[in-house]
């Protein structure tokens, strides 16, 4: 089946640019977006439609799918942004997700 | 903003049916797409699948002879029902919601999740 592919963990230090990564085979042919899921809560939509902020996202998220690989891009990181990352696209039929990211800020 | 709370047992035994509920406030139901979401203790989220105010219903291939997800669109609420349930069913279970636009399906509003536990 297919499945999206992102890197189990990422670091980075506060203040510098987090990018993570989903990659799919078919990823250039749909619209990727992307959620923020601190411990013990829901995902919470971050980025739609490629590039597209959410609601109450702040500025400093972004993302773009290029290839086939979806880029979440997280400039001047701060401690709240440590979470998991979760890519997800739909392929006419379906929802896949990515396995996820667990973005740390340290 | 809508707002989702699911509702459940919490604890099913292994071969029997699993039943949940999904209450939506605070807007329109007839505008999204109204969807099951599950959430292993390893923490990949998969897709269960949706239904709308119009009774189209889309299903994950993996689970789709299981599944069945219904609405009461008057109660504002939708259900899930798995049958044949083992340990692997084993997850938090979310109810979200879903806009289609453009070609892009994205979920905009999730419950807080419910724990439910499989076990004998």
């Known amino acids: 089946s297919y499945e999206l592919t992102q890197p189990p963990s990422v670091s980075v230090s506060p203040g510098q640019t987090a990018t993570i990564a989903c990659s799919g085979d078919?990823?250039?042919?749909?619209?990727a977006c992307w959620y923020q899921q601190r411990p013990g809560q829901s995902p919470v939509l971050v980025m739609y439609?490629?590039?597209k902020r959410a609601s109450g996202i702040p500025e400093r998220f972004s993302a773009s799918n290029s290839g086939n690989t979806a880029t979440l891009t997280i400039s001047g990181t701060q401690a709240m942004d440590e979470a998991d990352y979760y890519c997800q696209a739909w392929d006419s039929t379906t929802v896949l997700f990515g396995g996820g990211t667990k973005l740390t800020v340290l | 903003q809508v707002q989702l709370q699911e509702s459940g047992p919490g604890l099913v035994k292994p071969s029997e049916t699993l039943s949940l509920n999904c209450t939506v406030s605070g807007g329109s139901i007839t505008y999204h797409y109204w969807n099951w979401i599950r959430q292993s203790p390893g923490k990949r989220l998969e897709w269960i699948g949706y239904?709308?105010?119009?009774?189209?219903?889309g299903y994950n291939p993996s689970l789709k002879s299981r599944v069945t997800i219904s609405m009461d669109t008057s109660k504002k609420h939708f259900s899930l029902k798995l049958s044949a349930v083992t340990a692997a069913d084993t997850a938090v279970y979310y109810c979200?919601?879903?806009?289609?636009?453009?070609?892009?399906?994205?979920?905009?509003?999730w419950g807080q999740g419910a724990l439910l536990t499989v076990s004998s």
């Open positions: 439609q490629d590039d």
């Open positions: 078919d990823l250039q042919n749909m619209f």
């Open positions: 239904i709308h105010s119009t009774g189209n219903t």
């Open positions: 979200a919601s879903a806009l289609f636009n453009g070609g892009s399906l994205y979920f905009d509003s």
